[in-house]
């Protein structure tokens, strides 16, 4: 059974850092593009970053780029999201995905986590 877990949601401050995690089991994860998503109330989820299974390639949303950085630990089964300089607009829920291959897409990705809410307070 697959499960991605994401963890390391929280509230902070605008101006401060969060770092989630996401914790795969039931699939080797270096065999899988992973990506982030973000979802606030009352809007469609939004493509966030992905990274891909070949070289690391990355990918982000322009309203991140440069604050958010993506990596995963093959060896810890695990990708993360790094974000810094966290802004009140970056409150959602986040959502972690595997599938075959990157993209910006939701629809593509085949196993999704549970989410994890940040609220950026201004």
């Known amino acids: 059974q697959v499960q991605l877990v994401e963890s390391g949601g929280g509230s902070v401050q605008a101006g401060g850092s969060l770092r989630l995690s996401c914790a795969a089991s039931g699939l080797t994860l270096s065999s899988y593009a992973m990506g982030w998503f973000r979802q606030a109330p009352g809007n469609e989820r939004q493509f966030v970053a992905y990274?891909?299974?070949?070289?690391?390639?990355?990918r982000y949303a322009d309203s991140v780029k440069g604050r958010f950085t993506i990596s995963r630990d093959n060896a810890k089964n695990t990708v993360y999201l790094q974000m810094n300089s966290l802004k009140s607009e970056d409150t959602a829920i986040y959502y972690c995905?595997?599938?075959?291959?990157?993209?910006?897409?939701?629809?593509?990705?085949?196993?999704w986590g549970q989410g994890t809410q940040v609220t950026v307070s201004s």
């Open positions: 990274i891909r299974k070949i070289a690391g390639v990355t």
């Open positions: 995905a595997a599938g075959g291959w990157a993209e910006v897409r939701s629809s593509v990705y085949n196993y």
